[in-house]
C-alpha cells in the first residue's frame, strides 16, 4: 500500500488558502434594497385586508436572519421557489387574472408567466446542482475506500438509504403534506446524510459493524469527513466567505414570494401597479440571475477544493494490503472456505485474483458458493464459473453455513497462486437518527 506520510490533515486555516483564489464577486447594492422594498409593499397592502396569520408567519420570516449553513440556504431558497411556482400556477391566479378582464390584466398575466419561467428554470438548476453535488461529495470520499467489497458495501448501504428518504418523501406527499412540510422533511434527511457521513470518518453507527473493513483509508480522510461539517470545521470558512451573498439572495426570494403572497390575495380589491410590478420584475430578475452566479461559482470551488485529491496520493490501493491471504492451490485440487452466518441479511463478499505465471497466458480458476443448511444439505448460490478474478458479494436470506470454492481440478498441468479476501458481514440497520437543530 502507498504510504500516506506527508499528507497534511484538512483544515480550515488549510482551506482559507485555497479560497483566496477564488474570491466571490459582489451581489448588486439593488438585491438588499429590492427585498426591503417588496416587503415595505406588502406592508402597504395591509391597508386593503388584515394580513392573516399565514401572511404574518411569512412576513416575520422574510424579516428574520436566514440560517448560517450553505446548504440549508439553498434548501430554503428552493423551498420558496416551490412556493412561488403554486402561487404563480394559472388555476390558482385571481379569477381576474385567469379571465384576463382587462387589458391591464391581460399585461399583468404576460408578465407573471415570465416569471414562472424564470423560477422554473432556476428551480431545475439548484436541483440539479444539489443532486451532483451531493454526488460529488459520496463518490470522491469512496474514491479513498479500498477499491473492494467494503466499497460495495458502503455503497449499497447509501443505495438502501436513498431508498427509504424517497419512500418516506413520497408517503408524506401523499398523505397531502404541503411544500414547508415536505421541505422540512428534505432538510431532517440532509442532517441524517451529515450524521452518516461523520458516522463513516468514525466508523460508528450505521457503519459499526463496517469497522474493520476501513482498514487501508488514510486516517487524514477519515478525520475529514468527521469534522467537516463541525461548528468551526472546514466547511465553517466557505461559510464566512460565501454566506453572506446567499443570505442576501435568501431573503429576496423570501420578499418576493411575500409580496406575491399578499398582491395576488388582494387581486380583486386593488390590482398591482405599474410601479408595484416593475419592482417584482427587477426583483426576480436580479434573484434568478445571481442565484445561477452563485450556484455556478460555489459548485467551482467547492469540486476544486483541495480535500478533492487523487486516491494515488491519498494511498487507497487495497489490494497491497495486508488483509489479504495467498494460497496455491495444486493442479487437480480445490481451494474452500467456510463462513458461517447467525442473521439473515447478513453479507457474504469476497475479492480475489490469480497471479498470472511468466507464461503469456492467461489463467483462471473455478468459483462458486454454495449454502449449507443446518442438516447438511447444500443449496448452489452462486454457480460455477471459471474468474481470472472477481469481486461481488450477496444478502444471506438464511442463516447457516457458507461454503466458498475455488476450483484447480479441472487444470492437470498448472498450479494457481491465489490471493483473497473473504468475509461475513453481520447486518447493516440503520439507527434512528435524533432530531438536529438547524
Not at 57 to 64: I, M, S, T, V, Y
Not at 126 to 144: C, G, H, I, P, S
Not at 247 to 252: A, E, F, I, M, P
Request: with cysteine; hydrophobic share 40%.
Amino acid at each position: 500500500m502507498a504510504t500516506t506520510e506527508g499528507l497534511v490533515p484538512i483544515t480550515r486555516a488549510y482551506l482559507a488558502r485555497y479560497y483566496d483564489k477564488y474570491p466571490l464577486a459582489p451581489l448588486p447594492d439593488a438585491a438588499a434594497d429590492l427585498a426591503q422594498r417588496l416587503r415595505a409593499l406588502s406592508a402597504d397592502l395591509a391597508a386593503v385586508a388584515p394580513i392573516t396569520p399565514d401572511e404574518e408567519l411569512l412576513e416575520r420570516e422574510a424579516a428574520g436572519i436566514p440560517a448560517h449553513k450553505i446548504d440549508e440556504n439553498l434548501w430554503k431558497n428552493r423551498e420558496q421557489m416551490e412556493e412561488i411556482l403554486f402561487l404563480l400556477n394559472k388555476s390558482r391566479r385571481p379569477i381576474e387574472l385567469q379571465q384576463k378582464s382587462s387589458p391591464e390584466d391581460a399585461e399583468i398575466v404576460s408578465i407573471l408567466d415570465d416569471i414562472e419561467t424564470k423560477f422554473k428554470d432556476m428551480l431545475k438548476k439548484l436541483e440539479q446542482f444539489q443532486l451532483k453535488n451531493a454526488d460529488n461529495v459520496f463518490n470522491t470520499v469512496m474514491t479513498y475506500m479500498p477499491q473492494d467489497f467494503r466499497g460495495t458495501l458502503i455503497r449499497q448501504q447509501r443505495e438502501r438509504s436513498e431508498r427509504n428518504k424517497q419512500a418516506e418523501v413520497d408517503a408524506l406527499v401523499s398523505s397531502g403534506g404541503s411544500i414547508r412540510d415536505r421541505y422540512a422533511l428534505l432538510w431532517k434527511q440532509q442532517m441524517e446524510r451529515r450524521v452518516q457521513l461523520a458516522q463513516l470518518g468514525s466508523a460508528t453507527g450505521v457503519y459499526k459493524t463496517l469497522v474493520r473493513y476501513l482498514v487501508g483509508v488514510p486516517q487524514v480522510l477519515l478525520d475529514f469527513i468527521r469534522q467537516i461539517n463541525d461548528d468551526n470545521g472546514p466547511m465553517e470558512e466557505q461559510r464566512e466567505r460565501y454566506g453572506p451573498a446567499l443570505y442576501t439572495l435568501t431573503k429576496l426570494v423570501l420578499a418576493i414570494r411575500l409580496y406575491l403572497h399578499v398582491s395576488l390575495a388582494r387581486y380583486g380589491q386593488r390590482k398591482i401597479g405599474k410601479d408595484d410590478i416593475a419592482v417584482l420584475q427587477q426583483a426576480v430578475f436580479i434573484y434568478t440571475e445571481e442565484c445561477e452566479k452563485f450556484t455556478k461559482f460555489i459548485g467551482e470551488v467547492f469540486v476544486n477544493a483541495p480535500f478533492f485529491i487523487s486516491a494515488e496520493d491519498a494511498g487507497a490501493d487495497a489490494r497491497k494490503s495486508d488483509e489479504y491471504k495467498e494460497t496455491i492451490i495444486p493442479a487437480g485440487k480445490t481451494h474452500e472456505v467456510i463462513l458461517s452466518v447467525e442473521a439473515v441479511n447478513s453479507y457474504i463478499a469476497w475479492d480475489f485474483s490469480l497471479q498470472q505465471g511468466a507464461l503469456n497466458m492467461m489463467l483462471d480458476i473455478g468459483f462458486h458458493v454454495e449454502y449449507i443448511s443446518p442438516s447438511g444439505e447444500k443449496t448452489l448460490i452462486l454457480p460455477y464459473r471459471r474468474y481470472e478474478a472477481d469481486q461481488g458479494n450477496f444478502c444471506t436470506v438464511s442463516a447457516g453455513s457458507y461454503r466458498l470454492v475455488w476450483d484447480n481440478s479441472y487444470s492437470s498441468f498448472f498450479k494457481k497462486s491465489l490471493r483473497y479476501k473473504v468475509d461475513a458481514v453481520p447486518p447493516v440497520v440503520e439507527p434512528a437518527v435524533p432530531a438536529v437543530e438547524p
